[in-house]
């Protein structure tokens, strides 16, 4: 009885140790000027992400009738690749600059937070961690004056 | 909850449910623009907040050309007071609010009940909590007036009713403390109130001061709020001690239709009764 309850400390102490330890490493490997891109987990999750992101606004009334008249397969395309760019991933961005897509559309708001949401739904089903999440917004919020009221 | 107050409940819920009885809008999708949780809660005045304070936020989902309200039920219990409160407020393109509450206080020794009205109003100057660098401003003024005057006269308040102003500034990062969505909310408040007016307004000691209160927040989740509030009272009424109010709450926003706090408070001493500390507990609808 003794001696397994020291067999048991020894397990506990071991384990203990070992979580520790990659407690330890995978703060080093986060540490290691590890890319936003890479964190999420690199070229397909985003694309999953812009898929969702897709089907979230497909379904959301607020900012649908906006897309009626776009191009799906495109805005995929250059969604991805100015995510991408925002998590400092390897990509161009090929599309036109943020002033000239939004420009005449005359947006506010309610509907720039209402995209907003669709992206944290997107990131809540792909799977994306909070902090990541996060990281993501901090990225997009300064764009906002170059997308609403023009 | 008594029964009248069950029936405004249903009552709101059925309006939640099918807004359009409320009014036929042209375009149904015209609410709910702003992001989960930024409507905040109902402070104990009616105002947004918060809960012992107001914040510089504008309670509802109201954005831009867009209305929205809410209703609220709060009770908080100290050792030896229990104060219920229910209200609202109607918010106008995330611009104006207005805000009405009913306070009613039980000093549970005394068996004694002090009720007040308070009625606020709250504009948004300046800023966008959350996309812009500069911190969302609001102006706004709060009035209380009380209902059952003899303790405020007892203890020796100047005034039955009275007004407080207050600046409030907040600003939320969307990547803040441990990467979570992080908020800090500062005011300056300009009054006379005596522990929130229930001890009437003004004293022996001085009138009017100004007084500040902060409350930090963090979103553990997109639903889930941690934070505190800090609160300076006036202390004007030389027979008793007023002390500074704190809280640490927990705030869960399951949906725009709802939102429940939960908090510790720490009221300090209220009318010769020391350290009275207690629960807090809010529940909200958003329309
Ligand atoms: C920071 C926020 C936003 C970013 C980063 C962003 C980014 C983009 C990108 C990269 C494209 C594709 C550009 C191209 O085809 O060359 C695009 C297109 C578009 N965006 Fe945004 N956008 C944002 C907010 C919004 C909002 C709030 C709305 C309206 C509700 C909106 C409506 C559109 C529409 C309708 C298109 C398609 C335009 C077309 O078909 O020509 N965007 N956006």
Known sequence: MKQSFGHLMLFIKNTFLSIGLVTFLSSCASNSQQSLYDEIGGQAVLETLVDNFIMEIASDNRVLPRFLDSNVNRFREKMIEHMCLLADGPCIYTGDDMVQVHAGMNINSAEFNAIVEDLMSAMDKTGIALSSQNQILERMAPLRPQVIGI | ?287
């Open chain 2, 1 to 287: 909850m008594n029964l009248a107050g069950l029936t405004s409940v249903c009552a709101l819920t059925l309006l939640v449910m099918c807004p359009e009885l409320v009014s036929a809008q042209e375009q149904p999708v015209n609410r709910d623009g702003k992001i989960l949780g930024t409507g905040g809660v109902s402070s104990i005045s009616g105002a947004g907040g918060g809960g012992l304070i107001p914040w510089a936020t504008l309670s509802s989902y109201a954005d831009e050309g867009q209305r929205g309200g809410s209703v609220f039920r709060t009770r908080v219990d100290v050792d030896a007071y229990q104060l219920d409160i229910d209200g609202g407020a109607l918010a106008f393109g995330n611009r104006i609010e207005f805000s009405f509450a009913r306070q009613n206080l039980l000093v549970k020794p005394a068996n004694l009940h002090v009720r007040q009205n308070k009625t606020g109003i709250k504009v948004r100057v300046l800023g966008d909590i959350i996309f812009d660098k500069a911190p969302q401003i609001t102006l706004g003024a709060e009035r209380g007036s009380l209902r059952d005057k003899g303790l405020a006269r007892a203890v020796g308040a100047q005034h039955t009713s009275g007004t407080d102003y207050t600046v409030s500034f907040a600003k939320a990062w969307l990547n803040g403390i441990g990467h979570r969505t992080t908020l800090v909310n500062v005011n300056v408040r300009y009054g006379n109130a005596n522990q929130f007016g229930l001890l009437g307004y003004g004293g022996d000691d001085q009138d009017a001061k100004w007084t500040a209160e902060f409350a930090a927040a963090v979103f553990l989740t997109r639903q889930l709020v941690l934070g505190a509030e800090y609160r300076q009272k006036p202390d004007n009424l030389g027979a008793l001690r007023e002390e500074n109010a704190h809280d640490l709450f927990l705030a869960y926003f399951p949906n725009k239709r709802v939102s429940l706090t939960a908090a510790w408070v720490d009221l300090g001493e209220i009318a010769g009764a020391r350290n009275q500390q207690g629960v807090y507990l809010s529940a909200q609808l958003t329309f």
